[in-house]
């Protein structure tokens, strides 16, 4: 049996299967659309499962179409560590986004398989269906169905933006809804690889980012009400304008983000005026807020901040605010044990490394509800994803794979369940 730290993975395959698997739904510009349950989503699953399958493991589809590849282990009873993430894309996506969490999986396994180790506990490679939330809203639907966080059915009548066509029928269509129960499958722990997808690993030099936990979010839509009256014969001071007073907020917003600095963001990216017409004043203004912050006392001050705020502005510009949370999601701490197997890993290895928390969500956060989680974080060019343009280092994406090796490898040979 090979030393553990002398297992290495096969960082030329591991770039070759993300460039074949990146064909898949290619763009002129470099990047990929693979939309969840679509004819490519397929091919891109396919073409994921003859992988795997050539690598030994077996592969089950549950009902929301969540694939799960499993190398066997010395105790088919003891239940698995897993490992995954999505293949589907943006849009305007990129080659790595989720697909480097799948593939680097199948490059633990393909490397296990080198060298003939065999793990005491089975090794499971999952695909999460419609992380992205862009086809189907919301997002991570396949790995909350899992974790229980939405129902099968709520899952399954999930419809398509633009056609109303539910996920349920689209995975009849494309072939991938599975016989395999939601839910229920106990996992020893979940590992995640993913590119960082924000510029903080690029920007501190490090290839490796142990990510330790998960922002919490708090989204709000807000509606200002003044009165609409026309522009010209109203004097400025007896004006109620909904959109001056929208626009005070919004900046008070983004002084509320920096005053939590550097964990807090704090963004309005949706705005509505009405009427919207360039002669009257506007009557009414609509936005939303994503408030994210690794702490809940953090959110909760930013929550009292933001409420006070707007009630001063609105007062002052004699218009009404309604402030309406929307949704609530809290912060997610990584599991100790997991987290520590990732450091454990990349200092074993050599890696120069940092703690990171994650500020966007990923199916491990789900996860992180019914297993042991833990991610690892590798660095992509310019923070840049969700974009064609979106690019990572081969080197940096061998050294997250050989730490999510490592950390499998320590989970899946420890002795009890
Ligand atoms: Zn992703």
Redesign the pocket.
Known sequence: MAELRNVKVNGDRLWRSLMEMAQIGATEKGGVCRLALTDLDREGRLLFMRWAEEAGCSVKVDRMGNIFARRPGRDPEAPPVMTG??LDTQPTGGKF??VY?VLAGLEVARSLNDLGYETEAPIEIVVWTN??GSRFSPAMVGSGVHAGVFDLEYGLNRPDNLTGVTMGAELERIGFAGAEPCGGREARAYFEA??E?GPILEAEGKPIGIVTAAQGQRWYEVTVTGQEAHAGPTPMKRRRDALVAASRMIDAINRIGHAHAPYACATVGFVQVFPNSRNTIPGRVFFTIDFRHPKDATLSAMDHELRQECGAIAARAGCEVEVKEFWYFPPTPFDTACVGAVRGAAERLGYPHMDIISG?G??AVYMARVAPTGMIFVPCKGGI?HNEIEDADPQDLEKGCAVLLQAILEQANRRGN
């Open positions: 993430s999505h986004d989720g969490g992380e992205e993913h590119i997808q966007a990923h199916d994803s």
